[in-house]
């Protein structure tokens, strides 16, 4: 019988597998690794056979991470990276070629609009970013060399979801692949592959490591595609995960359905206090009642995650409120213990070009995102009370 989500998030690793029982699995810090003989050595190389060869190509903790990963998410193999944008970059290059293009949904990541751009400017693979709320304006916006659809669910950091399953119906009809960053919800709370997504890619930085203490990347999906992805963009343009990562983000797996749970009763909470503030003028929250895609929201996916973005009416009047939080950080990153606030248009995508940052993205200079952490809800409430009093 296949085993629950929370108990596969803990029993990723059969501890009688391992030389002396050890729980938790033996890290590895080793940069290469001895063959036993010059036949072996040859054979790992040409891929004959199994065996560790040199940590930039595979490291048996990562090996662990990227299969507990895999298997969180459904899919047949995980490969690890040094960041996020290590993963994006390596699944994107591998996938395309001058000529292409990549279409993409209305909001991403500041780093990953730049990647793209630099994508463009440099090796002319083409992008465009598309409102992706009518699955008929994806269809419509699919040209004969889109060879990707990249969409990120809910967007960072407007929040706005994406169909998943009429996307996928969209892009495979055109013989494209769906790539999915999950960064925001984990896969305690969606999972891209199931609807139809080739390959799912996260930010293992926020909620899987979720502890605030490491950079690293995952992507996941067919074992022949990130095979081909290991051993050319990850082999030799060298994002590599380090074995120490692996290692924390393998502990922080056991609490990702508990923290997960939490995020989201506190980010509920949150919101309706922000949703009902005098001062507050918008706030985006899936788990909000008048989400407006909420009938989405509760289809894809488990529980609304714990990111808010709200806007307050004047620049000055958000700059006052991060300024003035105690409890709350004033830092980029989300999807750790700590509650994090920040300004997008001048520190996350302060790289997009202001005019497709406010009129294509949908982002405001007054936005603020937050990042719920796991303190007591009343706490982060009292200190966004205080901060807001500030106005
Ligand atoms: C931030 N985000 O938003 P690395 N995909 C998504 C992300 O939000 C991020 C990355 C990829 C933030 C970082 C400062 C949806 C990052 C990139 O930072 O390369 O692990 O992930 O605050």
């Given at each position: 019988m296949e085993r629950e989500f929370d108990t596969r998030s803990i029993h990723w690793m059969e501890p009688k597998r391992e030389v002396h029982g050890s729980l938790t699995p033996p890290l590895y810090l080793s940069s290469t690794f001895v063959f036993p003989t010059a036949e072996a050595g040859e054979a790992r190389f040409a891929g004959l056979e199994d065996g560790m060869i040199y940590s930039r190509l595979g490291n048996p903790t990562v090996a662990v991470l990227e299969q507990a990963v895999a298997d969180l998410e459904q899919g047949e193999a995980g490969l690890a990276f040094g960041s996020g944008m290590g993963a994006i970059s390596a699944v994107l290059i591998a996938m395309v070629e001058s000529g292409d293009h990549i279409l993409c949904s209305e909001g991403l990541y500041g780093c990953t609009y730049g990647l793209l751009a630099m994508l463009k400017q440099k090796f002319k693979v083409d992008f465009s970013l598309i409102d992706m709320s009518d699955p008929a304006k994806v269809a419509a916006a699919m040209r004969p060399e889109t060879k990707v659809v990249y969409v990120e669910?809910?967007?960072?950091?407007?929040?706005k979801l994406v169909d998943l399953k009429a996307v996928s119906e969209i892009a495979h009809a055109h013989g494209a692949q769906l790539v999915v960053d999950n960064t925001f919800l984990s896969p305690a709370l969606q999972q891209p592959l199931l609807l139809g997504a080739d390959v799912v890619v996260h930010s293992a930085t926020k909620y899987l490591g979720g502890h605030g203490d490491l950079i690293a990347g995952v992507a996941v999906g067919r074992k022949a595609f990130l095979d081909e992805v290991r051993m050319s963009t990850l082999k030799d343009i060298g994002a590599v995960m380090a074995p120490m990562e692996a290692w924390l983000i393998l502990r922080g797996l056991k609490t990702l359905p508990v923290r997960m749970e939490r995020h989201c009763a506190n980010a509920m909470k949150v919101a309706e206090y922000l949703a009902g503030h005098?001062?507050?003028?918008r706030v985006d929250y899936p788990?909000?009642?008048?989400?407006?895609?909420k009938e989405l929201a509760e289809r894809q996916m488990r529980g609304p995650g714990g990111v808010i973005s709200f806007e307050v009416a004047t620049l000055e009047a958000g700059r006052k409120v991060l300024n003035s939080?105690?409890?709350?950080?004033?830092?980029v990153s989300l999807g750790e213990a700590t509650t994090l606030i920040q300004h997008p248009a001048s520190?996350?995508?302060?790289?997009?070009?202001p005019e497709v940052r406010r009129?294509?993205?949908?982002?405001?200079?007054?936005l603020i995102r937050i990042s719920v952490g796991l303190e007591a809800a009343q706490d982060i409430i009292a200190d966004l009370e205080q901060a807001l009093a500030e106005i």
């Open positions: 669910t809910p967007i960072n950091p407007t929040l005098e001062k507050v003028t788990g909000l009642a008048d989400f407006p895609q939080v105690r409890l709350a950080q004033l830092a520190m996350t995508h302060s790289v997009v070009p009129e294509e993205m949908g982002i405001s200079d007054g």
